[in-house]
């Protein structure tokens, strides 16, 4: 692993266990074995080494979903690629999804919401065009495609974020009956 991937990779880990703004760079330089100039050469920054560790971990994510989310006539299905595309995500990088919902959930004026919101809302538009697209086979939008969207990003984020919390276990994995049954309830609502 070179300098750049150890620099990321340690401030993963101290991001997570303290949170963004309990860790300063000369402790993540020194826990990565480089000097605060090398660290600031890579990313000029606190706020750069934060985007740059967003943007590097979610860039996989967001492939992934956008093409999960390619709608193909069947909106549950769709709904299961979508939820199964971040379960999965979530199960490869536990620590990194976490710290990424911590840092949107933080203070509107931090530092840390304002590196993760334009990612965040990148991945809700993508949900976003699910419904978009759906809504020619579906009379009931109405222009609600945001509304769904929020609505089934919020079941499927909080319930794995609860089950990995009430698990206790960051290497929590969501079954097929799980996902399946989340996009049900959610469908029932739309339905209803």
């Given at each position: 692993?070179?300098n750049?991937?150890?620099?990321?990779?340690?401030a993963?880990?101290?991001?997570?266990t303290r949170?963004?703004d309990?860790v300063?760079?000369?402790?993540i330089?020194?826990r990565?074995?480089v000097?605060?100039?090398?660290?600031?050469?890579y990313?000029?920054?606190?706020?750069?080494?934060?985007e740059?560790?967003?943007t590097?971990?979610s860039e996989?994510?967001a492939?992934?979903l956008?093409e999960?989310c390619?709608?193909?006539?069947?909106?549950?299905?769709t709904?299961c690629a979508?939820a199964?595309?971040?379960a999965?995500?979530v199960?490869?990088e536990?620590?990194?999804?976490?710290l990424?919902v911590?840092?949107?959930?933080?203070?509107?004026?931090n530092?840390a919401?304002?590196?993760?919101r334009p990612?965040?809302?990148?991945?809700q538009?993508q949900?976003?065009e699910i419904?978009?697209?759906?809504s020619a086979?579906?009379?009931?939008?109405h222009g609600r495609q945001?509304?769904?969207s929020?609505?089934?990003?919020?079941l499927?984020?909080?319930y794995?974020?609860?089950?990995?919390?009430t698990?206790?276990?960051?290497?929590?994995?969501?079954t097929e009956a799980?996902i399946?049954a989340?996009v049900h309830?959610?469908?029932?609502?739309?339905?209803?």
């Open positions: 692993m070179d750049r991937e150890t620099i990321l990779e340690t993963l880990d101290l991001f997570y949170g963004y309990a300063g760079v000369q402790e330089a020194e990565s074995g000097t605060k100039p090398t660290l600031y050469y990313f000029k920054s606190k706020y750069g080494l934060l740059q560790l967003l590097s971990r996989a994510f492939a992934e956008r999960a390619a709608y193909r006539g069947d909106l549950k299905n709904l979508a199964r595309t971040a999965a995500f199960a490869r536990p620590k990194f999804s976490a990424f911590a840092l949107y959930h933080s203070a509107k004026g530092d919401y304002k590196a993760v990612l965040v809302f990148r991945l538009r949900i976003e419904f978009i697209d759906a086979d579906l009379g009931n939008m945001r509304q769904f929020l609505g089934f990003i919020g499927v984020l909080y794995i974020v609860m089950k990995q919390e698990s206790k276990r960051e290497d929590v994995q969501i799980e399946e989340l309830q959610f469908m029932h609502g739309i339905y209803s």
